[in-house]
């Protein structure tokens, strides 16, 4: 089974940092792209960053200039850094990751969620 285990969030005031952090771990022949969703109060889960496998990168119009994603290749992990938080960040932040694996190809796994939450 490949499972992605998510930490790093928490309470954090505008203007704030957080890092969020990614493994994924299983029966993993490749990892193509992995990225961060979120869900916030009253909205629709929505494309937060993602990275491919060539380091390519692509974020949501909201975070440009704020967030940033990276990844670690040989430890299968990828990072998200928050910086100038504000309050309408706050949400569920899921990692995603699409894995291939030798007998079900590729794969769409998902976190379990970690909660950010940023005070005014």
């Known amino acids: 089974q490949v499972q992605l285990v998510e930490s790093g969030g928490g309470l954090v005031q505008a203007g704030g940092s957080l890092r969020l952090s990614c493994a994924a771990s299983g029966s993993i022949v490749r990892i193509n792209v992995m990225g961060w969703y979120r869900r916030a109060p009253g909205k629709q889960r929505e494309l937060v960053a993602l990275?491919?496998?060539?380091?390519?990168?692509n974020y949501a119009d909201s975070v440009k200039g704020r967030f940033t994603i990276s990844r670690d290749n040989a430890k299968n992990t990828v990072i998200l850094q928050m910086n100038s938080l504000i309050p309408d960040d706050t949400a569920v932040y899921y990692c995603n990751a699409e894995v291939y694996t030798k007998i079900d190809g590729y794969l769409q796994v998902w976190g379990q969620g970690t909660l950010v939450t940023v005070s005014s």
């Open positions: 990275t491919t496998s060539g380091s390519s990168t």
